[in-house]
Antibody
Framework: EVQLVESGGGLVQPGRSMKLSCAAS????????MAWVRQAPKKGLEWVAS????????YYGDSVKGRFTISRDNAKSTLYLQMNSLRSEDTATYYC???????????WGQGTLVTVSS | DIQMTQSPPSLSASLGDKVTITCQTS??????IAWYQQKPGKAPRLLIG???RLVSGIPSRFSGSGSGRDYSFSISNVESEDIASYYC?????????FGGGTKLELK
């Protein structure tokens, strides 16, 4: 069974950093692109970033470019999102998802909530 | 970035109705549009990819069509389990962008 389990969320002050993790199981992790998608409370979905199979290519949404870094460790079947210079508008549930190249994400984790507040 | 204009923002339907949601994009996305269903507190669920390809296990009452900049998603014979929010996603160009969502409610 495909499983994606996010962790690392919580309360963080504006301007600080936080690192999210997504542990994958039930499939060959290196066979898939991985992505982060977020959803602010009571708002719509926003694609954050994607990373290619071996991590050689990364893609970011405009609102996080230069502040967030997506990475992966295929040996550990784990996806990461390093978030720096956090702002109140980064408050959201962060989902990790898997996809193939030029395909939409079909499997999603249950999400981890990040709250940026003083 | 490609802008996605999804409408309507909300929709009220009776059981058995047919409903249609549209997404208009700011440029041609070559049919690379997907549709998701999301229920409160849950992760999004992929229903349709590449405009009209139904994901395995998704009921045939869900359908999608379109080309160029104009796309639509329909549910025929709305059932109670279809009450949810729906989102379109373009994945033709990075950054991928979602529509604003449509909340489907029972009349």
């Amino acid at each position: 069974e495909v499983q994606l389990v996010e962790s690392g969320g919580g309360l963080v002050q504006p301007g600080r950093s936080m690192k999210l993790s997504c542990a994958a199981s039930g499939f060959t992790f290196s066979d898939y692109y991985m992505a982060w998608v977020r959803q602010a409370p009571k708002k719509g979905l926003e694609w954050v970033a994607s990373i290619s199979y071996e991590g050689s290519s990364t893609y970011y949404g405009d609102s996080v470019k230069g502040r967030f870094t997506i990475s992966r460790d295929n040996a550990k079947s784990t996806l990461y999102l390093q978030m720096n210079s956090l702002r109140s508008e980064d408050t959201a549930t962060y989902y990790c998802a898997r996809h193939l190249a030029m395909m939409p994400p079909a499997y999603w984790g249950q999400g981890t909530l990040v709250t940026v507040s003083s | 970035d490609i802008q996605m204009t999804q409408s309507p923002p909300s929709l009220s339907a009776s059981l058995g109705d047919k409903v249609t949601i549209t997404c208009q994009t700011s440029q041609n996305i070559n049919k690379y549009i997907a549709w998701y269903q999301q229920k409160p507190g849950k992760a999004p669920r992929l229903l349709i990819g590449f405009t009209s390809r139904l994901v395995s296990g998704i009921p045939s009452r869900f359908s999608g069509s379109g080309s160029g900049r104009d796309y639509s998603f329909s549910i025929s014979n709305v059932e109670s389990e279809d009450i949810a929010s729906y989102y379109c996603l373009q994945y033709d160009n990075s950054p991928w962008t979602f529509g604003g969502g449509t909340k489907l409610e029972l009349k």
